[in-house]
Antibody
Framework: QVQLVQSGAEVKKPGASVKVSCKASGYTFATHGITWVRQAPGQGLEWMGWISGYNGNTDYAQKFQGRVTMTTDTSTSTAYMELRSLRSDDTAVYYC??????????????WGQGTLVIVSS | DIQMTQSPSSLSASVGDRVTITCRPSQRISNYLNWYQQKPGKAPNLLIFAASTLESGVPSRFSGSGSGTDFTLTISSLQPEDFATYYCQQSYSMPLTFGGGTKVEIK
């Protein structure tokens, strides 16, 4: 069955970077992209960006431009999201999710379990 | 950016009630509207895509309708496992955006 398994929780100091992984299984990684969504404590869902599983093209929300990098390793069917220059308001659960079709203009039908990132001095 | 306005932000209902949640985007999005359910400590779960198509495995008491700038999620008979937070999301244009959520609580 389709699964997205994310890396474990992280605690980082302000100004540091974090890299979260998302390993996909049960489907052909290249036929779907991976999107990243975060959720601050007690808050709603915020879309961060997307990477194509086919050609590695990315599209980031303007809010994260210059601070985020999304990559994939097709040999291991793993997607990565690196966020730099962390601030306390980056404390959130970070989710990877799979668009149900070939583009980003889709719903997200599979989600990882989430990775808690805490930014604290 | 397309702003997604959900209402109400919370509601209290009883088992067996009919529940309706509304989502209004700030511009027309055709039928590029999806609904998710999220329970505490869990990832969101897709319920409805393309405004009205039920995701596989989702109970038929959930339904979606609407197009353009006015969308509705309906739960025909609320069950104990339906107490959760519901989000709408537009997949019409970048950046993809979510509504603020509707928390459905037990009356």
């Amino acid at each position: 069955q389709v699964q997205l398994v994310q890396s474990g929780a992280e605690v980082k100091k302000p100004g540091a970077s974090v890299k979260v992984s998302c390993k996909a299984s049960g489907y052909t990684f290249a036929t779907h992209g991976i999107t990243w969504v975060r959720q601050a404590p007690g808050q709603g869902l915020e879309w961060m960006g997307w990477i194509s599983g086919y050609n590695g093209n990315t599209d980031y929300a303007q809010k994260f431009q210059g601070r985020v990098t999304m990559t994939t390793d097709t040999s291991t069917s793993t997607a990565y999201m690196e966020l730099r220059s962390l601030r306390s308001d980056d404390t959130a659960v970070y989710y990877c999710a799979r668009p149900r079709g070939l583009t980003i203009f889709e719903s997200f039908d599979q989600w990882g379990q989430g990775t808690l990132v805490i930014v604290s001095s | 950016d397309i702003q997604m306005t959900q209402s109400p932000s919370s509601l209290s209902a009883s088992v067996g009630d009919r529940v309706t949640i509304t989502c209004r985007p700030s511009q027309r999005i055709s039928n590029y509207l999806n609904w998710y359910q999220q329970k505490p400590g869990k990832a969101p779960n897709l319920l409805i895509f393309a405004a009205s198509t039920l995701e596989s495995g989702v109970p038929s008491r959930f339904s979606g309708s609407g197009s353009g700038t006015d969308f509705t999620l309906t739960i025909s008979s609320l069950q104990p496992e339906d107490f959760a937070t519901y989000y709408c999301q537009q997949s019409y244009s970048m950046p993809l955006t979510f509504g603020g959520g509707t928390k459905v609580e037990i009356k």
